[in-house]
């Protein structure tokens, strides 16, 4: 029998630098706020990765938690990687199905502009194409339409009881699959926003 390595999950400081694009002066959070995650996932080839994620020093125990059991069970994701390396552009991390956490942006959504919950770094996206965006019949990203049909579930998908959905909710996090205006299938926050 083959032993599956260990999971693995290590809480680094993170430098504005680092953080690149997805930070600016004037947003919610500085560096000192943030953490970067160096987190093992098993991707969709069946394969062990570690991938880097940013967010609030507040929720690292969170994180861990999370992403264990999201080892532990085997649920597959894409990629993992810090939207710095997008420059900063929510748009291009999500067109790559990238997970991630903190980016200082305003919230997509109608109404008032606001710092949405990744300007927090309190906030995960997951598997952002497997689980899309729906923004006033827009669905984001564009490549996220083969998902849209929620019934028929495959991999990496988040979906009432799931393993995704479970794992979060077990660390008291709140999905945004659940909003009925425009639901967020890839969304996942401290603060329910």
């Known amino acids: 029998m083959v032993v599956a390595p260990p999971f693995f999950a290590s809480v680094q400081p993170v430098t504005t630098a680092e953080l690149g694009a997805s930070w600016h002066p004037g947003c919610p959070v500085g560096a000192a706020d943030l953490r970067t995650m160096r987190i093992s996932y098993w991707g969709f080839d069946g394969a062990r990765h570690v991938g880097s994620i940013v967010v ?44 991630s956490g903190f980016n200082c942006r305003y919230a997509v959504a109608p109404g008032p502009k606001r710092w949405s919950v990744h300007a927090y770094g309190e906030a995960i996206d997951v598997n952002t194409v497997e689980n899309p ?61």
């Not at 020093?57 to 939207?83: C, S």
């Not at 490549?143 to 959905?165: H, I, K, T």
């Open 56 to 99: 609030n020093r507040a929720v690292t125990g969170d994180v861990k938690v999370i992403f264990r059991a999201l080892y532990r069970a085997r649920f597959p994701i894409r990629r993992m990687e810090p939207v710095a390396g997008y420059g900063g552009s929510d748009d291009r991390s999500m067109a790559a199905d990238n997970t």
């Open 133 to 193: 965006y729906l923004e006033g019949g827009q669905v984001l990203p564009a490549a996220g339409a083969a998902y849209r049909n929620r019934s028929d579930v495959r991999p990496g998908m988040a979906e009432p009881g799931g393993v995704l959905v479970r794992a979060f909710a077990l660390a008291g996090w709140q999905w945004g699959g659940r909003w009925t205006a425009s639901p967020d299938w890839q969304h996942f926050s401290k603060t329910g926003g």
